[in-house]
């Protein structure tokens, strides 16, 4: 009994080390296609389903809408498995933080404030954001306009007044407080943050006294005031135009040609800047290319036009010129059809 006994006891401990050895106490080969913490990191794998992309524009009455609205469309429709789709925002300055924080994919930007969002300063003072250039769109020139019965005359006669510089976090707030900022009356106007819909609403009121926008002319929301307001348009004085661009190289002299509107019979000294379309600068190189080969299709520019006259400008020459970098995709893209 003693001796069976001995047996099964031996038999056990063998089958308790062995499983010691062979489950718990050796670690398992790994598998053969185990990624080597030591290796260095691979590139991102390119998508293989059905994306969704985010064109963040601007607010309705501008051209970043319906353009945006547009460029989203012939993306939709010309790249393989990437669906687009544009949304309203502020704009410039938040378009910047949605792409650089990647709630958006593509984001529409006045130049000035791309770059400050890339060096991280302006808005984005120790914020530098993560953005490089897809391609410049068109240049926009500053308008600033009264009512036609304004004693306004110059910038210099906005001390005193309710100015709206448009919606927060706009392009267009930061280049008028530039203006206002070099003309030395910033602190001395009113400042009213209101879209452009709003913006339009007040001056018909007669609750804002000026209204600053930037968008290339036409801007539908300036004919929709005159359809019931006469208005007049405020020019910028060449010296103060000089002193923005000493301070801001990024701008440019420009005009609101005459006739554009009928209450513009005559060009009108404006600040211009260009306008960008800015993107994350992880984004993938292939899918930037991808993006621009259905943009600049000679048959999306044509549809592009139907939305809005100022994709005209939308020329492969122009479109590589910008402050900031261009994305390494768009780089490759322009570099095939320079």
Do not use: W
Request: with cysteine; charged share 20%.
């Amino acid at each position: 009994m003693r001796k069976s006994l001995f047996f099964v006891l031996s038999v056990l401990l063998v089958f308790t080390l062995a499983f010691a050895v062979t489950g718990c106490g050796a670690p398992e080969a790994p598998p053969a296609d185990a990624p080597d913490d030591d290796a260095p990191d691979a590139a991102p794998a390119e998508p293989t389903g059905p994306q969704f992309i985010v064109v963040s524009s601007g607010s309705p009455g501008g051209v970043y809408f319906p353009l945006g609205a547009g460029i989203a469309k012939v993306i939709s429709d010309k790249v393989d498995n990437v669906f687009a789709q544009s949304e309203s925002t502020a704009a410039s300055v938040e378009n910047c933080r949605l792409v650089g924080n990647m709630e958006s994919e593509m984001g529409m930007a006045m130049a000035n404030v791309a770059y400050d969002a890339y060096v991280g300063q302006g808005p984005f003072e120790g914020d530098a954001q993560p953005l490089l250039t897809l391609f410049s769109m068109y240049p926009a020139a500053q308008h600033l306009i009264v009512a036609a019965d304004s004693d306004i005359n110059s910038v210099q006669d906005l001390a005193g007044k309710r100015v709206s510089v448009d919606a927060p976090g706009s392009g267009c707030e930061v280049t008028s407080e530039i203006i206002l900022g070099v003309a030395g009356i910033l602190d001395d106007v009113n400042t009213v943050n209101y879209s452009q819909p709003e913006a339009a609403d007040a001056l018909k009121d007669g609750l804002v006294d000026a209204v600053f926008y930037n968008f290339a002319a036409p801007g539908a929301i300036i004919e929709e005031i005159m359809a019931t307001k006469s208005i007049r348009f405020i020019a910028l004085e060449d010296d103060l135009l000089d002193a923005i661009l000493e301070d801001y190289p990024y701008f440019t002299k420009g005009v609101i040609a005459g006739g554009v509107y009928r209450d513009a019979p005559e060009d009108v000294a404006a600040l211009t800047v260009g306008n960008l379309m800015v993107v994350h600068e992880d984004m993938i190189e292939d899918m930037a290319y991808d993006l621009l080969s259905a943009i600049f299709d000679e048959a999306s520019i044509e549809e592009l036009i139907g939305i809005h006259p100022i994709a005209r400008n939308l020329q492969p020459d122009l479109a590589a010129q910008s402050p900031v970098p261009l994305h390494p995709g768009a780089e490759r893209y322009f570099e095939e059809v320079n």
